[in-house]
């Protein structure tokens, strides 16, 4: 197959505060698009995040999901990101007061955590994409080089 995705547009108030919130939570760069339309970010498969606050958006609009898979370096950087900077996270989209300040394990080692942006969207980090065989539990947030992982 040759599809693939070239960008996305995420809508947003103020494009450019929102774009810099979750280029500071993943270490990106935001940049603008030749036409000053978009704050873009740029993700290593090269799709673009491009947030928009133009018209159309500014009346309100739904919350959106978006999930990056990355590596285990890049989850405890961004958790160490979103803990400096007091953002509220959690294990389970369903279960946000449930699980706030959890991350989710998997019995292969993956561990996956959501978090809202300034507007509203859910974000997600996860470690590997998701294999429905895979177990997955909640608990406290340990980094990869911890000495042991929680178990299920």
């Given at each position: 197959?040759?599809?693939?995705?070239?960008?996305?547009?995420?809508?947003?108030?103020?494009?450019?505060?929102?774009?810099?919130?979750?280029?500071?939570?993943?270490?990106?760069?935001?940049?603008?698009?030749?036409?000053?339309?978009?704050?873009?970010?740029?993700?290593?498969?090269?799709?673009?995040?491009?947030?928009?606050d133009?018209?159309g958006?500014?009346?309100?609009?739904?919350?959106?999901?978006?999930?990056?898979?990355v590596?285990?370096?890049?989850?405890?950087?961004?958790?160490?990101?979103?803990?400096?900077?007091?953002?509220?996270?959690?294990?389970?989209?369903?279960?946000?007061?449930?699980?706030?300040?959890?991350?989710?394990?998997?019995?292969?080692?993956?561990?996956?955590?959501?978090?809202?942006?300034?507007?509203?969207?859910?974000?997600?980090?996860?470690?590997?994409?998701?294999?429905?065989?895979?177990?997955?539990?909640?608990?406290?947030?340990?980094?990869?080089?911890?000495?042991?992982?929680?178990?299920?």
């Amino acid at each position: 197959m040759t599809i693939s995705l070239d960008h996305t547009i995420v809508p947003a108030r103020d494009k450019h505060a929102a774009a810099e919130f979750l280029g500071n939570v993943l270490g990106l760069e935001v940049t603008t698009d030749p036409g000053g339309y978009f704050a873009q970010l740029t993700l290593a498969n090269g799709v673009t995040l491009d947030y928009y606050d133009g018209p159309g958006f500014q009346s309100g609009f739904p919350s959106l999901h978006w999930a990056f898979v990355v590596t285990d370096e890049e989850f405890d950087a961004a958790m160490g990101r979103l803990i400096e900077a007091g953002v509220r996270y959690y294990a389970l989209p369903h279960q946000p007061d449930e699980t706030a300040h959890q991350v989710s394990y998997s019995a292969r080692g993956h561990r996956g955590v959501y978090f809202p942006d300034p507007e509203g969207h859910g974000m997600e980090l996860l470690t590997a994409t998701e294999d429905p065989a895979d177990e997955w539990w909640v608990g406290d947030y340990r980094n990869a080089t911890a000495a042991e992982l929680p178990k299920g």
